[in-house]
Each structure stands twice: as structure tokens, then as C-alpha cells.
């Protein structure tokens, strides 16, 4: 038998019985664009933050937080220094206060942080990327402000200038400082329209007139080599003072990126119900056309097609079926993956059709429907020419 006949005998049932087909290749369609969006949507959600995090913090870091001391000393810093594979450490000391905004008075962080360590704290190789307009770091009592403090995030106008003077109200005093620079809104660390207000300082000012102690909140500890990062790991928690937080930026985005893909996959469970409906809609489907076409396969038996032969035309045509929506499907999930854009945050989620997206909206409906169309279909193999042909 020709592999024409096959696919002859498997269109003309389709044809025969159009209807219930085009109701199956619908829902073959829905299900695969559900699946791919769920899939897309969630890879790009991944991507999106796992870049936003590596630029916000440095893949090759380890971040040191607490300490039951009230925070970390220059002398905790050097001993960091000191661990055999460490590139660097710097110390990052934050407070809050409050400053008067265009919407009233506002709470501000105060982030304390040498210039030189400053792109590495932002994410970015040159200041020049987020400073907008005036000096690239800041020096003495002349500090840097995030975008949504110099400039009203409703209407665009600009509340401060480079020269402005700056009161920020603190717990015990108030501390008037001088803007120097002006930032972009580039990133969630500098806040956004609606994030919270930061202002960055020079430490050794910050430690004369903002803060009463020498003390760090948070220790930025940067690796030369990552293969050696739980090496690195276990030796800063060895000298860290009692009580210490450690966490690897690698380990955390380790970590998100395993949380974003079981969360994927919930939701593609989720979206699965629908091939599961179509699998039920081609299972009956199926059923139905066996007992219709009781004759027919004792006809074809009697001809000299054998039990795999029907088998092969029954599944054959839930794979035209499945096949045709499949690939419907994926021509509306490339259309909305044009068009679909979802803001979040500070970035905009696309719908990703990455190789392994395609590959599963594809492979998945069309395995389920070939084994919800193999179980009748195999009924209708085995029956018998003689017991065929007598069926009324």
C-alpha cells in the first residue's frame, strides 16, 4: 500500500465528517496558543529580570547584609579583602529621611557609597549612563538624585537643578546638602515614577553629617573567579561577624530562575486543560467514525489491509487534524507575539517563541491527540472482516 492511499482514505474521513474536524482543529488552535503564551510569556518574564538583576547587581558578587554589631566596620571590609579570591570589597551604608517633593514631603534614601564603586553598585561600566546632566559622582556634601526627585514624574518639570540646594530631615538633625548631579530614570535601584526617592552621597561625608557611627549596612564582595564562588562563600561566612546574611547574586538569580520555571510550569499545566479538551473532542470524534465506518474496515480487510493499516489511517487523520491546528495556532501566537506587550516594572514582557516554546506547543497537543485517537482506533483494528461486514 502507497503512503498516497494512506493520506487519500484519512482526508476523505475528514472531509466526510468536516464539521466535528473543524471543531477539532479549533480547539487544537486555542490550545496551542494558550500553551505558547504561557510558555513565551514566562521565558520572557525570566529573561527580562534575570538581565534587569545582572545589571542591578553583579553576577560575580556576593552581598553581605546584617551582623548583630549594628553592621560591618572598615576592618570587617579588609578582612574580606583578604580572602583568597576576592577582587574587592566595598561597604554601603543606607539611611532615610524625608524631603520636601512636588507631591508634599516624601521619604528618601540616603545610599552611601564610594564614586569608584558607584557604576558597580548602578549596574553600569561609565556613570555617564545614568547621570543625566552634572558631575558623575558625588563629592562632599554634593550628592546625586534619582529621576523622580528632580523631576515631576506626572508632568516632566524639573523641581532641581545642578546647584540646588537639598534638606533632608533625619531622625535627629537635618542635613542640608547640594545637588551635583542629575540622574536618568534607567534602572528600578534609582527608583521610578513610582519608586521610592534616592539620593547618593559620598561616605566620608555621609559618616560626618548624616550618620553617628562608621558603620556599613552591606558589603559588596566582588569574585575574580566564579567557579571558585562557593569556595569564596563558605570563607566570607567564616569571618563575617555573628548574625551575618550571605547571599551570591549567581545563587540568587540561580534560585529566581528556578522559581519563574516551576511557576511556568504550572501555568502550562493550566493552559493544558484546553489540549486535554481537545484530546476528548478527537477521542470521540474518533470513536464515532470507527462505528460509522464499521463497514468500510471490513471491506478494507477483505481487500487485504491489515489491522496496522486501519490503525495507521484512523491515527493519520488525527494527525492532519492536529497538525493543520498546531499549525494555526502558531501562526496566531507569532502574530500576537508581535503585538502583545505587557509593562512590567520597569521593562515590557513580549511573548517569547523561543525553539523550545515551539517545540513544545507543537509536540505536546499533537502527542495527546494521537493517543487519545489511538485507543478507538485500535478497536477498530482488531475487528474482525466477517463480524464487520455484518454490522448494521
Known sequence: ??????????????????????????????????????????????????????????????????????????????????????????????????????????????????????????????????????????NGLGVLVSNNLWRDPNTGQKLLDVGSSLVVRLRSKDAQLVVVGLMKQASTIMGGPTGSYYIYMDPSAYFSYVSNTRNYGGVIILVSDLNRLNEITSEVKAVAPPGSNIISAAAMVSQFTALVGALQTFIALISAVG?????????????????????EIGILKALGYTSNDVLLIFLLEAVIVSAIGIAGG???????????????????????????????????????????????????????????????
Open 1 to 138: 500500500m502507497k503512503a498516497s492511499d494512506y493520506f487519500y482514505l484519512a482526508f476523505t474521513s475528514i472531509k466526510e465528517k468536516r464539521g466535528r474536524a473543524l471543531g477539532a482543529i479549533i480547539g487544537v488552535m486555542i490550545a496551542v496558543v494558550a500553551l505558547s503564551a504561557a510558555l513565551g510569556i514566562g521565558e520572557s518574564f525570566q529573561k527580562s529580570f534575570v538581565e534587569q538583576l545582572q545589571r542591578t547587581i553583579a553576577a560575580n558578587s556576593i552581598i553581605v547584609t546584617g551582623g548583630y554589631a549594628g553592621g560591618f566596620t572598615d576592618a570587617d571590609i579588609a578582612y574580606f579583602k583578604r580572602i583568597p579570591g576576592v577582587k574587592d570589597a566595598f561597604g554601603i551604608a543606607m539611611t532615610t529621611g524625608t524631603v520636601y517633593a512636588s507631591g508634599g514631603e516624601q521619604s528618601v534614601t540616603i545610599v552611601a557609597i564610594d564614586p569608584q564603586h558607584l557604576p558597580i553598585y548602578l549596574g553600569v561600566s561609565d556613570m555617564s549612563q545614568v547621570v543625566e546632566e552634572g558631575s558623575l559622582e558625588p
Open 275 to 295: 489540549m486535554g479538551v481537545t484530546a476528548l473532542w478527537i477521542f470521540d470524534s474518533t470513536t464515532i467514525s470507527v462505528v460509522q465506518r464499521t463497514k
Open 330 to 392: 502558531l501562526a496566531l501566537a507569532a502574530i500576537a507575539s508581535l503585538l502583545v506587550k505587557i509593562p512590567m516594572f520597569t521593562f515590557e514582557l513580549r511573548l517569547t517563541l523561543s525553539p523550545n516554546v515551539l517545540a513544545t506547543s507543537s509536540l505536546l497537543p499533537l502527542a495527546m491527540n494521537a493517543l487519545a485517537a489511538y485507543i478507538p482506533s485500535r478497536r477498530g483494528a482488531a475487528l474482525r472482516p466477517v463480524e464487520a461486514l455484518r454490522y448494521e
